[in-house]
């Protein structure tokens, strides 16, 4: 695969970002709409139409992480924060001092129990944040271990989180995180992150394709 | 809202499921399509009217739980489970001995590091299975701690998990879980789910709208 340029990058973004979007929109319609069945009926054959010509030309894998691009790489098929995934909220992570932070906003496809967050979700959240902490601090790593602790029920709607650094040993980070509503802390975990063995090898043949931080979220 | 007979749920049964269906079917296309820019703009249009028209008759909240059927409300809104989710893989989650168990696959939307599952999704999928294990042993409750162990990387595909409960005191469901791929055992998680005292008062005081254990998934 070649490089992109940067200009290409932007394109790239500009194109599938909006587009993307409108799928998530999508979902959230198709949860909640109550139109007659043959309505429903013409959107499915609509939707199979489009699918199938977007499927002319696959990629032959997932999406991975695009390392087409200046070091960093492209997790735009993530689950959490992919900007190609209609499944990720998206988060929009960004380092504040040593650690990691983002405000996101979660309706009708996040839910559990009537109204809230799916427990789950704030997992994957809060997993996808801490080992954001772990690669900002220069140590990204797969998850080891993950324990989440519920403080209370997270409403549906705008909310935050945080993340951070907590230790470092060797190729171990300990990372820690929160998750707020409008009714305060929410959820709180913790996590072990491990750079994997065959990650280290690469890393220290100084092989071009070395995995950056973006390779393990 | 007016209880729905078996036959009206059938009917939901078969116009949605198919429906969502062919959503997830999109966003996977939508990841790994490399169409040109103009078909991806040319489906984000009809998209768009898609959504617009499935929007002029939108439920007044989110799909939280029917509770319209016979005793155990349908979760089809449900990040994990839910018939009417295009997030949701779905997972169909079967009652085995005391037990619960589910067989699922994972594509494109689900993944972290390249080709593998995202972390935070097995989290997601182990926290709802946890769940149903303790309301399948008759005491449904919210999670109040999970903790998982990833003993291995997850290849994206077909997966399988299951989950039982470990002890009851009270209120208090332990529950454990894990998740199998090709390779063997991938991931481990245990959790204590608490039924919250607002259900605990609904349910002593013999209240018609009393949750289900499908309440809390």
Chains 1, 2 share one sequence.
């Not at 013409?42 to 999406?63: C, F, K, N």
């Not at 992919?82 to 906003?105: C, D, H, S, W, Y």
């Amino acid at each position: 695969m070649d490089e992109l340029s940067r200009e290409e990058v932007e394109a790239e973004r500009e194109l599938y970002g909006p587009f993307t979007q409108s799928l998530r929109e999508l979902v959230d319609a198709a949860i909640r709409t109550t139109v007659p069945a043959d309505e429903v009926r013409s959107a499915h054959a609509e939707i199979r139409a489009i699918t199938e010509r977007l499927r002319s030309a696959p990629m032959r894998t997932t999406y991975g992480v695009d390392l087409r691009t200046d070091g960093r790489g492209r997790a735009w098929g993530n689950a959490v924060v992919g900007l190609r995934n209609a499944i990720a909220p998206p988060l929009t992570v960004v380092q504040e001092g040593r650690g990691v932070r983002a405000a996101f906003t979660l309706g009708a496809a996040y839910e559990g129990p009537p109204g809230s967050v799916h427990g789950g979700v704030l997992a994957l959240v809060l997993d996808q944040m801490l080992g954001e902490a772990a690669g900002a601090g220069g140590k990204p790593g797969m998850t080891a271990t993950l324990t989440l602790s519920y403080k209370q029920r997270t409403g549906l709607g705008d909310l935050t989180s945080e993340a951070w650094i907590e230790r470092v040993d060797g190729i171990k980070t300990w990372a820690r995180g929160e998750i707020h509503s409008v009714d305060g802390l929410t959820v709180e975990a913790e996590g072990l992150f491990i750079l994997p063995k065959w990650a280290r090898e690469a890393m220290a043949s100084g092989d071009p394709g070395t995995p950056s931080p973006r390779f393990f979220e």
